[in-house]
């Protein structure tokens, strides 16, 4: 049974920043490929950063400020937040996907950038 873990949301003010952490089990790691998602209230689920193939790739919302890793001995993907920014408020959720299987999700973690 895969399952997958995000942590490292909270409260942070403008400026400020974030690692998320997203521990997966259930089936080997380092074979699928992995996303970070975001979903802001009343707004549909986006894309934030994912690595595919080892090729990283970012909406261009967080270009610049976010950066997407994983560490596939400790079968578990970051998102890197810098220079945090109100609109970046959302439930961000990662996803394994890849070798033809159905795409997995976590259950979330709340970020919220207020001051």
């Known amino acids: 049974q895969v399952q997958l873990v995000e942590s490292g949301g909270g409260l942070v003010q403008p400026g400020g920043s974030l690692r998320l952490s997203c521990a997966a089990s259930?089936?080997?790691?380092?074979?699928?490929?992995m996303g970070w998602y975001r979903q802001a209230p009343g707004k549909q689920r986006e894309l934030v950063a994912s690595i595919t193939r080892g090729i990283t790739n970012y909406a261009d919302s967080g270009k610049g400020r976010f950066t997407i890793s994983r560490d596939n001995a400790k079968n578990t993907v970051y998102l890197q937040m810098n220079s945090l920014k109100v609109e970046d408020t959302a439930v961000y959720y990662c996803k394994q996907y890849g070798m033809g299987t159905v795409p997995q999700w976590g259950q979330g973690t709340q970020v919220i950038v207020s001051s």
């Open positions: 259930g089936r080997i790691f380092s074979i699928y490929d």
